[in-house]
């Protein structure tokens, strides 16, 4: 039999025949008029070259036939309503289970916490697991290995000659801040970064994985006519600020990293105009309508939305403190 000309509400109305043993009853619990009803049964005649039931006395009597397919019928019946069926309520308290969340080692030690508590604050039997990003991540999230990531989109930044960001076009992305980017240097450093003569006259340190010379702002630099040099080399953004800190070099970081570098640096201004990006989180379009995944991309976003938030804040709430202890009584 081809089951592509099979009408699956002809199994319906089988199952209400065979408990029902009526016509004009079965009708009723579909919401048939009894002639359809009657229709439908001469079609369930012809799909099982059966008369399947016979009239005895006032109802219906099921013939052998009939009478076998009923357990059969039972369990399709079940699967189908299996298949159709919403999925189940997700319930935060009783998951269980991992979060793999990938993010850069500076984000790591920015929003870790305030991620892992908002997840245990709600969810406290699911683990959370921060991952790295690297070349495999986006392999990662096709196969369902990596659920979230956290990075910002660099399509505003010059193209590298040596090899562009990854292609994430593929992916949904949600916006939750805007990073822009200071130069930090060390607190006691007298000379001013406020010029381009002064920014291009400095020693750069400047973040690097592959320990390259070039950053994203020489590209800037290059279609001004200027450009600097780049004195160090490090893997994050968090050991480019304590090296600033620490010696005469400048870096040129992301805002919140220098905020949150727990040493006493000068920050200021780039002297040249470099782009806001979009601090995002990004996933595979396909896990958009699971309630578990919504759920949790909903908490993180909250947690790395106040987190920074509140990292910025604080330089804000330190000078009305200041101000206000200096305002005349």
Not at 24 to 36: E, M, V
Not at 55 to 62: E, F, M
Not at 163 to 168: N, Y
Not at 179 to 208: E, G, M, Q
Request: proline fraction near 9%; charged fraction near 20%.
């Amino acid at each position: 039999m081809n089951l592509s000309a099979v009408d699956l509400n002809l199994l319906v109305a089988l199952d209400r025949l065979l408990v029902r043993r009526s016509v004009t009853a079965a009708a009723r619990d579909l919401g048939l008029s009894q002639p359809a009803m009657s229709r439908t049964l001469e079609r369930l005649r012809g799909v099982f070259a059966d008369p399947l039931f016979v009239r005895d006395g006032r109802g219906l009597a099921p013939t052998p036939r009939a009478l076998a397919l009923a357990g059969p019928l039972d369990e399709a019946l079940a699967a189908l309503r299996r298949v159709v069926a919403p999925p189940p309520e997700f319930v935060p308290t009783h998951a269980r289970g991992e979060l793999r969340l990938g993010l850069a080692d500076e984000l790591q030690h920015l929003y870790g916490a305030a991620i892992f508590r908002a997840i245990a604050g709600v969810a406290p039997g699911v683990d959370l697991r921060m991952i790295p990003l690297g070349e495999g991540s986006l392999e990662a999230s096709r196969r369902g290995a990596l659920d979230l990531a956290l990075l910002p989109d660099l399509g505003p930044l010059p193209t590298d000659p040596r090899g562009g960001p990854p292609d994430l076009t593929e992916l949904v992305r949600r916006e939750l801040y805007r990073r822009r980017f200071v130069v930090v240097c060390a607190a006691a450093r007298p000379a001013p970064l406020h010029t381009l003569d002064d920014y291009c006259a400095a020693h750069h340190v400047i973040v690097s994985t592959e320990g390259g010379s070039r950053g994203f702002v020489d590209e800037y630099l290059a279609a001004l006519g200027r450009r600097r040099r780049v004195a160090a080399s490090v893997n994050t953004f968090g050991a480019a600020v304590q090296l600033a800190a620490g010696t005469d070099l400048v870096a040129t970081v992301a805002e919140e990293v220098a905020l949150a570098a727990g040493t006493a640096v000068r920050t200021a201004s780039p002297p040249i105009p470099l782009p806001t990006l979009a601090m995002c989180l990004w996933w595979q379009p396909v896990r958009t309508p699971e309630p578990r995944h919504r759920f949790f991309r909903d908490i993180v976003a909250e947690a790395v939305a106040a987190a920074h938030a509140q990292l910025v804040e604080q330089p804000l709430r330190k000078i009305a403190s200041t101000s206000a202890a200096g305002s005349p009584p």
